[in-house]
């Protein structure tokens, strides 16, 4: 199957500074979600972005589908952006979604 | 418009026992997947379903199984309760037809935690 790897996994900042969060996949996909886990377990929907590039605020994403990779932007980094952040690819087998490892976020003040 | 809602959100079982899981999916969402998350193994695929068919399924045992029906609610059920089975159980829905050029965005339940002592 599809392999999903993220990096860094484990990520320290300090609040205001910016960061890039990868995303390598070994196949083509149909669709690419980032996520934010919050300290509930909830996964909380960033980016659909299974090409191109999307920005939401102080967050902003990249897929280079051709490439098989994606970068998850945050600029001007808060507290309350900590916790995990998740990759997840769907490949033409389809109707599930492969998840990566996640980069767990530390933004301390 | 009302998210994903997961019922119990916590669960105390005992080995042995078996276990049912609901998730009420976004409405006119007609696909639900289940997901488990361990410390561990991570989140891994357990079932994807779609108008109460089953479409596909993870590298999970038989123990564990699921259903959709007619209003697109899914339920899955533990049984014979291990140990390991303690996780994270989320749920996914998504608006998907039968043919999708693009794979549809997911939206996740809150979650039930799954304690097994």
């Known amino acids: 199957g599809i392999q999903v790897e993220q990096s860094p996994p484990d990520l320290i900042l300090q609040e205001g500074a910016n960061s890039t969060l990868r995303c390598n996949f070994s196949?083509?996909?149909?669709?690419l979600q980032w996520f934010h886990q919050n300290p509930w377990g909830q996964l909380i929907n960033l980016f659909y972005i299974p090409s191109g590039t999307k920005q939401n605020g102080r967050l902003s994403a990249t897929t280079v589908a051709t490439e098989r990779y994606s970068l998850l932007y945050i600029s001007s980094s808060q507290t309350t952006d900590s916790g995990v952040y998740f990759c997840?690819?769907?490949?033409?087998?389809?109707?599930?979604?492969?998840f990566g490892g996640g980069t767990r976020l530390m933004v301390k003040p | 418009k009302a998210g994903v809602t997961q019922t119990p959100r916590y669960l105390i079982k005992t080995r042995g026992q078996q276990v049912t899981l609901s998730c009420s999916p976004i409405s006119g969402h007609r696909s639900v997947s289940w997901y488990q998350q361990t410390p561990g193994q991570g989140l891994q695929f357990l079932f994807e379903?779609?108008?109460?068919?089953?479409?596909n399924k993870g590298n999970f045992p038989g123990r564990f199984s699921g259903r959709q029906f007619s209003n697109s609610r899914s339920e899955m059920n533990v049984s014979t309760l291990e140990l390991g089975d303690s996780a994270l159980y989320l749920c996914a829905s998504s608006f998907t037809g039968f043919r999708r050029p693009k794979g549809p965005e997911a939206f996740f339940g809150q979650g039930t935690r799954l304690t097994v002592v």
């Open positions: 379903y779609f108008s109460e068919t089953q479409r």
């Open positions: 196949d083509s996909v149909n669709n």
């Open positions: 997840a690819v769907e490949n033409n087998a389809g109707n599930m979604l492969t």
